[in-house]
């Protein structure tokens, strides 16, 4: 059985004083979560603000990219390291936004996943397609792709170690959901690509699905058979709106 994970990505969104109140807000909720685990992935510097209020909470958190490099001279970069150093527990990997406005290639993403869990750090791999790319029908062999880079570096063992988020750029911060069947029929897929190189690692693995996701929507969702939770954008800078997602997991 996969325990549903509901993640936080803030993206760069917040302040100490806005983050303050909706962690106290996430803490006071939490425990009507009953079967979900939740965690929330921060902006690298608050990371400390965020360690101090969710320590011995049952509430995680991580970071949103890290290097592929483990320390040097790589100015603005954040190393695996670093994210321990102030307990994260997950790292999101190759986020769309990444890809999209730092050129991050399919093998960059699987060396930061591998850097990650190098480190001891869960990675959430980002996987999706845009909508020009679901419009010409190649939805599958993209995510593929995406998939198959990490599979390739580090071998199928490597994704028990960490989770796998199906974003359609399309639906990101769009308002545009993908329908639960279009989710669910990229959800197996990936899952049976890798079912034909592990069986035991596909039916361990956590798929996440994201983009729009919401208290209204997720229900649906997460009642589909490979959906095992959900990373979460706008709604999760809204205590009620994340934690709603969080409860829905629960029925
Ligand atoms: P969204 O973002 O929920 O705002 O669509 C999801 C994501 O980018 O992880």
């Known amino acids: 059985m996969r325990q549903p994970l509901v993640a936080g990505n803030w993206k760069m969104n917040g302040s100490r004083a806005s983050i303050e109140v909706l962690l106290s807000g996430l803490k006071s909720g939490v425990q009507a979560v009953k079967?979900?685990?939740?965690?929330?992935?921060?902006?690298?510097?608050?990371?400390?603000d965020v360690q101090s209020q969710l320590s011995g909470t049952a509430i995680a958190w991580g970071g949103q990219d890290l290097s592929t490099e483990a320390s040097g001279a790589y100015t603005g970069e954040i190393?695996?390291?670093?994210?321990?150093?102030?307990?994260?527990?997950?790292?999101?990997?190759?986020?769309?936004?990444?890809?999209?406005?730092h050129g991050e290639s399919d093998e960059t993403v699987a060396k930061k996943?591998?850097?990650?869990?190098?480190?001891?750090?869960?990675?959430?791999?980002?996987?999706?397609?845009?909508?020009?790319?679901?419009?010409q029908g190649i939805t599958e062999e993209v995510v593929a792709r995406q998939l198959d880079a990490v599979i390739e570096?580090?071998?199928?063992?490597?994704?028990?170690?960490?989770?796998?988020?199906?974003?359609?750029?399309?639906?990101?911060?769009?308002?545009?959901?993908?329908?639960?069947?279009?989710?669910?029929?990229?959800?197996?897929?990936?899952?049976?690509?890798?079912?034909?190189?592990s069986e035991a690692v596909a039916a361990g693995l956590r798929i996440l699905y994201g983009g729009s996701m919401?208290?209204?929507?997720?229900?649906?969702?997460?009642?589909?058979?490979?959906?095992?939770?959900?990373?979460?954008?706008?709604?999760?800078?809204?205590?009620?709106?994340?934690?709603?997602?969080?409860t829905a997991a629960n029925s």
């Open 214 to 246: 919401k208290p209204g929507n997720a229900a649906e969702l997460l009642a589909k058979a490979d959906i095992d939770g959900g990373l979460i954008g706008g709604a999760s800078l809204s205590s009620d709106d994340f934690l709603g997602i969080c």
């Open 35 to 48: 079967v979900a685990e939740v965690a929330v992935c921060a902006p690298a510097v608050y990371l400390a």
């Open 153 to 197: 570096l580090e071998g199928v063992d490597a994704l028990a170690d960490g989770v796998v988020a199906y974003e359609p750029v399309w639906a990101i911060g769009t308002g545009k959901t993908a329908t639960p069947e279009q989710a669910q029929d990229v959800h197996a897929f990936l899952r049976s690509r890798v079912a034909a190189r």
């Open 113 to 135: 996943y591998k850097a990650a869990r190098a480190a001891g750090l869960v990675p959430i791999l980002c996987v999706g397609e845009t909508l020009e790319e679901r419009e």
């Open 79 to 101: 190393a695996a390291s670093m994210l321990n150093d102030f307990g994260c527990k997950y790292v999101i990997v190759g986020h769309s936004e990444r890809r999209a406005y």
